[in-house]
């Protein structure tokens, strides 16, 4: 009887590892909106053009580094990353214009890029077996969740004794670190000699031909728009939109005593709930048909956002919110990428999955973007909710038409 592959692998805790540390500083930027705001007297819309630059560049330069990793090796792309990430971190931490966060978050994007999803899923993708590739996909994939557990709320604590400044130069040095991990970053080629003979223009020729290709393109758009705008702005909105913490309640006993506190929190459990709600798409990705997954999982993210903003925001609210939203919070990046190595295969899955990526990071500029620009036009956040809403509603709805079969190669 042929013994099974491991589904642990040395390339998957490696691969789990990156992922946690580049999302937990990630992750942290909604907790510098006010403070740097605040610092230098500038509206709201300033650092959130920044974050949303950061995310559009993150977009930009996902297929860009997931083409490096293909021609040129996996690591040396990672090392590139980790290299312009923390590149970027410290020029930020001198910046003392708006423009200049602006430039700078560009460096922090492509370093999220060559640290991020697109060329750790693809290398976990092609060291996993067949029969593990959808569960091992979404272990990475919540470990970037795991990073965001403790990095809202890490960096949260680091400003209480030392300056955002500061926290930037940690978080370049934490970057760098993580290239320890490297010599476990080996995944081997693909096999098959039609699929060694494709090139990479013959895949991208083939996937752009397919109208499936567009569809979730299409739909990975709303993913983007959610998270960013969350990511970036919902410990703001918790801050000034959240009802008051009362003293005596399971909250203030457990030292959570300012609704401050209570945003880096509701970031952090949104990373804990999603690290279950990611493995649960893994296990089910497996057995059932990854687009109506998609499909369900953006109508249950519009029905969790509409009901949050139709009831009064409290802290308990707050909390529900949190935990249902994270259930479904990454849990389209293991189907997303799961799908697109189901139909168009693994050789070229990091460039593919790139540029649909890109979409996600439009998204996620645009959310982040409007929550500023509009924040400072109507002085609340329910405006760049309800687009959210609609857009998630959409992306339920452009998964269905999918063909979900393996595309023969050219």
Known sequence: MQKSAPLITPVLIAGCTILMISFAIRASFGVFQIPIAEEFNWPRAEF?????????????????????????????????????????????????SPQAHHVYEVLVGFGIAGTG??????????????????????????????????GAPVAEWMLGFMTWQGVFVVFAVTILAVLVMLPLMRAPAPAGRAVLEQSMGDALQQAFRDPSYALIFLGFFSCGYQLGFITAHFPALVTEMCGPILPG????????TTTSALGAVAISLIGLANIGGTLMAGWLGNRHS?????????????????????????PGTVLLFSVA???????????????????????????????????HQLGSFLGVWLGGRLYDLHGDYSLVWWIGVGVGAFSALVHLPVRERPLAAA
């Open 48 to 96: 959130s053009l920044a974050i949303a630059i950061q995310n559009l560049a993150w977009g930009i330069g996902q297929p860009i580094f997931g083409a490096l990793a293909e021609k040129m090796g996996d690591r040396r792309a990672i090392v590139a990353g980790a290299l312009v990430y923390a590149a970027g971190l410290v020029l930020s931490s001198f910046a003392v």
């Open 290 to 314: 990854r687009k109506h997954l998609l499909a369900g999982i953006y109508a249950a993210r519009t029905v969790v956002a509409a009901a949050f903003m139709l009831t009064p925001i409290t």
């Open 249 to 256: 309640g399971v909250l203030h006993n457990i030292g959570i």
């Open 325 to 359: 939203m994270g259930s479904l919070w990454l849990a389209t990046v293991p189907l997303t990428s799961g799908l697109i190595a189901h139909i168009y295969g693994l050789r070229y899955m990091g460039t593919l999955y790139g540029i649909v990526f890109f979409s």
């Open 117 to 150: 999803f697109g060329v750790i899923l693809a290398v976990v993708g092609r060291a996993s077996s067949d029969e593990n590739r959808s569960m091992s996909l979404a272990i990475a994939t919540s470990a970037g969740s795991a990073g965001q557990v403790f």
